[in-house]
């Protein structure tokens, strides 16, 4: 086994795409937060202008759902690799040269 191919290459590549998905997210949350303080304070001193202010929470919103897209694109790029197909490409490997 070289380390590309090690039992450690698939939890980094998991836990890539559980942060894609965590940071999105919480990016997401921060966004819908701050924006949603915008739009109070702007209910409060110009009401008309109300509606014309969600386009942030909605961009917040996309970014969440990105996120989700990208974790779903990573996971379902990895492939899982038995012991005997690891060993089968190693010696293809050693042996080709």
């Known amino acids: 086994m070289t ?18 998905l965590v940071f999105a997210n919480l990016g997401s949350a921060y966004g819908t937060a701050k924006s949603g303080v915008g739009i109070m304070s702007m209910g409060v001193m110009n009401p008309g202008l109300v509606i014309k202010n969600i386009i942030p929470v909605v961009m917040a919103g996309i970014l969440g759902i990105y996120g989700l897209i990208v974790a779903v694109i990573l996971n379902g790029t990895s492939k899982y690799y038995s012991l005997s197909h690891v060993q089968r490409l190693h010696f293809i490997y050693k042996n080709s040269a």
């Open 3 to 20: 380390e590309l191919t090690g039992p450690s290459a698939y939890f980094f590549g998991y836990m890539g795409a559980a942060s894609a």
